[in-house]
């Protein structure tokens, strides 16, 4: 999928090729030598077509430019000028424009042994996200990257690394507050994630880049966690939020472009093809079916309810036990029915949508209170969705819980218990009331809770100063539960 490319990377490049360059200079200077000014001077500042003809003649020679000789030793044009920012910096950006032009340039790179040894060492040049060459080395390691993926099912050992490099500089663009940066690193991402690999390895490094892009999505839902918007029980409410609407034909809540939007959605829709893998850690870390289904409710694009619908379907079809009671209890059935009455036009977004409420609808034929709680416990976040304040559900489900699949609930509440949710109390508040249903309904197996670890994990929690009051009221209602039975 074609994207415009980023204003700010556009401006930045017109400008460096605008630039006038002492070439001869530079060669008097010993910094480049006649054969690469020859070469340069041959494939510059000419129509399309004819660079395409010069440099296929001659694809050894710009490779030879570009990376240096294997055999020869000959220095590449990067390791000549080294020292002259100048040119490193039009070279960069002559190269992209090779690239783009002449896609047999690209093979031909490809096929040496590390056709990213010169471009990589760029990317730790500055922390600065303004320095132009880390940049702009980025854009050239992005396509050659890209192309590589693109071209085969498994990459290279010195693709894989030059990969993992690359995104971790990326993912500094895209955890920076300038959305001029935050889009140039979403475009690069997407050109980057072609095939099983590349999103394997963008997965393994999910703090850096995927919890910055989820933060920007939960900006324009108005559910931002850092106290920038609403809190996440806004995710579970079924009602709009206040600060996740759209503000202006650009823009929706949290200041968030459109069209920045679009391009995250899109990258996580990407990212999501490796549903199997990445399903349920999304929904444990970011609460993504809660998140996406508050998000469709405010769509006002219909290319981004596309994306929000696709990346649901196929989240939800490939973990269909675990995330499925999540997509109930977030409603999102109800709002199915309401989306189908927009008028929508998109033949793959019908289609994805009919798929999805057909799962949906046959999955609730079959669902219990139980597997709902249970789906809950499992993806590690909890909200005071409707068991948590249902005495029937505990009196019926209590002991069941405890017993089920060898303590595998109870275990898993005590983990949550021992996590630090300190931007996001009200899971221990729940947790919380959940301990307290449990001891209340079977007094009896409070061994088995304590030997868990619950007893120790609300004793900590009611005597933390960190506490807000809601935590405090049910952590001493669960302590209190459990004294009272040690006194009879």
Known sequence: MSLDPPAYLLSLQNNIRARPIPWDGAVRAGQITETHLKRIRAADKVRKEQRRQTIEKDLDGYRELLLGGEENQERSVFEAASKRADVLQYMLVLTADWLDDVPSLVSTLLSDSNPYRVFVPFLSQSNNPEDPIPLLASCVLTRLL??????????STPTEVALGKVYRYISELGDSSDSGFQDIAVQEYSSLLRNTRAREIFWEQREKTVKPLVAIVRAAAGADRNGNGEDTSTLWSGAASTTGRVTSESEIGGGVGLQLLYHVLLVLWQLNFEGGLVGEGLNEDHDIIALYTHLLRLSPKEKITRLLVSTLFNLLSTNRTTLLPIATMARLPSLLSNIRGRHLSDPDLLEDLTSLKDMLEEYTKTRTTFDEYAAEVRSGHLHWSPPHRNAIFWTENARKII??????????????????????????????????????????????????????????????????????????????????????
């Open 146 to 155: 890209s192309a590589a993926a693109t071209t085969s099912s498994k990459l």
């Open 403 to 488: 017993e089920y699949n060898q303590g595998e609930l109870v275990k898993k509440l005590a983990e949550i218990l021992g996590k630090n949710w300190e931007g996001d109390q009200q899971v221990l508040a729940v947790g919380c009331n959940d301990v307290a249903c449990l001891v209340k309904e079977v007094p009896e197996m409070r061994g088995r809770l304590e030997k868990v670890g619950l007893k120790k994990r609300v004793m900590a929690i009611m005597a933390s100063p960190k506490a807000d009051e809601s935590v405090k009221w049910e952590s001493l209602r669960a302590v209190g539960e459990w004294l009272r039975y040690n006194f009879n």
